[in-house]
């Protein structure tokens, strides 16, 4: 069974920043890619950023230049950096691993960017 757990989520002014951690129950090398979703509220959930096992990373038009995707091997986690954050951010922001067909979820953690 794997375990997504993500961290990191809070309150945060525009313009702030806050990075989002996300524990993995196995090697990341195990899956084809990781990715951060997120969810507003009444809002279907939106892929932001993701990468491979490879390292090549990508991202939501919405936020490049502004998030940045990474991971830490030695320890199964896969970081969101969030910069010059805006109130539209605001969200639920998953985590999730990929492999062949399979995806596997986190339970989520909530961002909340005020004006």
């Known amino acids: 069974q794997v375990q997504l757990v993500e961290s990191g989520g809070g309150l945060v002014q525009a313009g702030g920043s806050l990075r989002l951690s996300c524990a993995v129950s196995?090697?990341?090398?195990?899956?084809?890619?990781m990715g951060w979703y997120r969810q507003a509220p009444g809002k279907q959930r939106d892929l932001i950023a993701t990468i491979s096992s490879g390292g090549g990373t990508n991202y939501a038009d919405s936020v490049k230049g502004r998030f940045g995707i990474s991971r830490d091997s030695a320890k199964n986690t896969v970081y969101l950096q969030m910069n010059s954050l805006k109130p539209e951010d605001t969200a639920v922001y998953y985590c999730n691993a990929a492999r062949n067909s399979l995806h596997y979820w986190g339970q989520g953690t909530q961002v909340t960017v005020s004006s």
């Open positions: 196995r090697s990341i090398f195990s899956f084809d890619a």
